[in-house]
């Protein structure tokens, strides 16, 4: 080996030492993805408390929902979260084409939860249910409770949807530039594993607002 | 350095040069990810299923133990803490902890309040 080399190597060495520490970035995003139990947590613990308290009333205004809706769109961020977990495989197996292919299904479904939701949120406002909306005035004071609590998680859960899905736009941009590497994934794992924390969300919110009788 | 280096390679499986901290390669599956799909699918329609019949008070655990069942499939499997370093696992389960721990004191107080 020539000296230029063994101070190329050694020059190597000492910018990955320097600039990639996969274990440390999944420990960041973990304890990023903790703060974000800690948000909702008290959320979900606010709306524990009021379905307590109002418990008849929360069923009446539950079946003012679509239970098929939101069915279909836990069935939708579902798939969208095992196309991200396909696209790591299919990176790790080196297959850059496949793996943004799977990654732009993801960006499709997580576009078409958003469009149920504008339908669902709009029927809705259409109702009148909306916060100080005509309908929500007729209402008890455990409905109008209901619905606050359901614009703002899921409202809050929707702009979850957006920001990751920009997260895996980065991503899927840097794959292309082949920053994003068979050996040097861990950015699309995290962005992966943040997608996978909205879809937790979800899979206690569908039964939670959706699933009352 | 070079020391390191060939510990890290032991542990990762991976030729990598760094500093022990490169990613693993837990040779993942399409197959298992798919199943996992799978199963998640069908506790989602159980669960609709399940809130069709009249089952009082017990629907409400009933649905909260499936959603929980799922995230831990999700857990496990997509976001890859059944293959992770045992640090990941304590941290969810602290994290969990201090959730049902903060939800049962609140419960303290509104069962004696109301």
């Known amino acids: 080996m020539s000296q230029n080399t063994e101070t190329a190597v050694q020059e190597e060495i000492h910018e990955i030492h320097m600039h990639r520490d996969d274990f440390g970035s999944k420990m960041g995003m973990w304890l990023f993805l903790f703060t974000e139990v800690l948000l909702f947590g008290g959320l979900f613990i ?8 109002y418990a008849e009333s929360f069923a009446i205004a539950a079946s003012e ?6 069915a279909v769109n836990t069935v939708i961020l579902l798939t969208s979260s095992l196309t991200v977990v396909l696209g790591i495989v299919a990176l790790q197996k080196n297959n850059k084409k496949l793996c943004l292919f799977f ?4 960006i499709a479904c997580g576009i078409l939860f958003l469009v149920n939701k504008y339908f669902e949120w709009g029927a809705k406002f259409h109702h009148g249910i909306y916060p100080k909306g005509p309908a929500l005035q007729d209402m008890g004071e455990g409905e109008v409770m209901y619905f606050g609590l359901y614009y703002v998680m899921t409202g809050l859960h929707g702009l979850h949807i957006i920001v990751g899905l920009a997260f895996i736009g980065f991503v ?3 794959i ?15 962005s992966g594993l943040y997608w996978h924390l909205v879809d937790i969300i979800w899979i206690f919110l569908f039964p939670l607002f959706y699933l009352i009788h | 350095m070079n020391n390191h ?8 499986g991976l030729d990598d040069v760094g500093d022990g901290h490169i990613a693993e390669a837990h040779h993942p599956t399409y197959g298992v990810n798919i199943l996992v799909w799978i199963g998640l699918l069908s506790l989602t329609s159980i669960t609709v299923a399940v809130a069709g019949i009249n089952l009082g008070s017990l629907a409400l655990s009933a649905a909260l133990i499936i959603a929980l069942v799922k995230s831990m499939f999700v857990i496990n499997f997509f976001m890859h803490l059944k293959y992770d370093n045992k640090v990941f696992k304590i941290f969810v389960g602290v994290c969990m902890l201090i959730f049902i721990v903060v939800l049962i004191l609140t419960f303290f107080d509104l069962t004696f309040r109301y």
């Open chain 1, 46 to 53: 606010l709306y524990a408390s009021y379905r307590f308290i």
């Open chain 1, 172 to 174: 899927m941009w840097q």
């Open chain 1, 176 to 190: 292309k530039k082949d920053v994003i590497t068979a050996t040097n994934f861990q950015k699309l794992e995290n």
């Open chain 2, 5 to 12: 280096k060939s510990d890290i390679t032991e542990v990762t």
């Open chain 1, 103 to 106: 990654l732009w299904v993801t």
């Open chain 1, 65 to 70: 929902l679509d239970v098929l809706m939101g």
